[in-house]
């Protein structure tokens, strides 16, 4: 019987690296989730990425470059991005939780779609998403 779980893990683990990469544009956060990460912007992140995202210190991140920047890069990259080396001034101040909202609010303002199920909080569920069709 070990044997059988062990064999069934291997096979679940081998199809799932095969599984397509889910999009952005498929409704990956939602509006609740997206209004608490614009609730902690003002106070984490806009002294240095602006006011409304335009970048100022930091990057701006609502625009093409932004979007061209991770194009191509899992969702977990973004999110380890923000949630360890997020505020400048205190990284790894942020929770998952936080970062996943600061992560849906960013996907709002780049307008890819809410959808029905919130982003996960941990990065390795976020590996198979990406900020493309």
Known sequence: MPKLAALL?????????FLPAQSAFDGIYTDAQADRGADLYPDECDR?????LEGDEGPALASPE???????????????????????????????????DLLAFLLRENRFPAGKTELPTQPQKLRRLRLEK
């Open 48 to 52: 240095c990425h602006g006011m409304d």
């Open 66 to 100: 932004f979007l061209a920047d991770w194009k191509g890069h899992p969702l977990s990259d973004l999110f380890n991005r923000i949630r360890y080396a997020m505020p400048g001034d205190h990284p790894g101040k942020l929770t998952n939780q936080q970062t996943a």
């Open 9 to 17: 893990c291997f096979a679940l683990f081998y199809f799932a690296l």
